[in-house]
């Protein structure tokens, strides 16, 4: 599978913010606030986006908060603008629903990327069954949790003292005592990251 391998680092210092890529580490050790400036040469000016361009800033700053390449995006955006409602909220949503960010919603782990490898090394279950695949899609009244087998990992020992001081979404109803999960309904698009725009990427790809 096809992944991001170059310093994520950079992506915070390309969009102009940090996007908190690297979990904890953005907090107590982050490269963009020793270096906020673009990678690249330094031109001594700023030059002002056309609107074009800041579509292309806006579109790829969701695109990898997310984690996801540009083939993986485009396909979820195709499934968005098939959907009934309103485009770019059908995006966002679509992307909260995969199941690695549900991991990272639930407070599993510190960053998406994480949450991707739990998912990937087959820890994660929905409804009682593994689920491997980081792009599968949560639906409203599933239950979310970790292998059995898994429960004796290090991770999960640490995870069930440190799960109580992690912020949950208001969409999920956490069991921490059985690092279990239900998915109560979808998210709705005032409870979704409000720094990422949307409709400036339903308007990129409209041209």
């Not at 690249?40 to 700023?46: E, L």
């Not at 695109?63 to 540009?70: A, F, H």
């Not at 979404?169 to 309904?185: F, G, H, M, P, Q």
Request: proline share 3%.
């Amino acid at each position: 599978m096809a992944r991001y391998t170059a310093a994520v680092c950079r992506l915070c210092r390309r969009s102009g913010e940090k996007l908190m890529l690297k979990g904890s580490r953005c907090i107590t050790k982050c490269a963009f606030e020793k270096r906020p400036k673009a990678p690249g040469p330094q031109t001594g000016r700023m030059r002002r986006l056309s609107d074009r361009g800041q579509q292309i800033r806006d579109k790829q700053k969701v695109k990898q908060t997310y984690g996801l390449l540009e083939r993986q995006f485009v396909k979820t955006f195709k499934l968005a603008l098939a959907t009934d409602g309103i485009t770019g909220d059908n995006l966002m949503i679509f992307l909260e629903r995969r199941l690695d960010n549900v991991v990272y919603r639930m407070g599993f782990a510190d960053s998406r990327s994480q949450a991707r490898q739990l998912v990937n090394h087959g820890h994660i279950t929905v409804n009682g069954h593994k689920v491997n695949i980081p792009s599968f899609f949560v639906s409203a009244g599933q239950t979310v949790g970790v292998k059995p087998e898994s429960m004796d990992h290090t991770y999960f020992k640490n995870l069930k003292i440190t799960i109580g001081s992690k912020p949950v979404a208001s969409w999920i109803a956490l069991d921490r005592a059985k690092l279990e999960a239900r998915i109560v309904t979808l998210p709705t698009s005032g409870e979704i990251e409000a720094k990422l725009n949307a409709s400036a990427v339903v308007e990129y790809y409209s041209r």
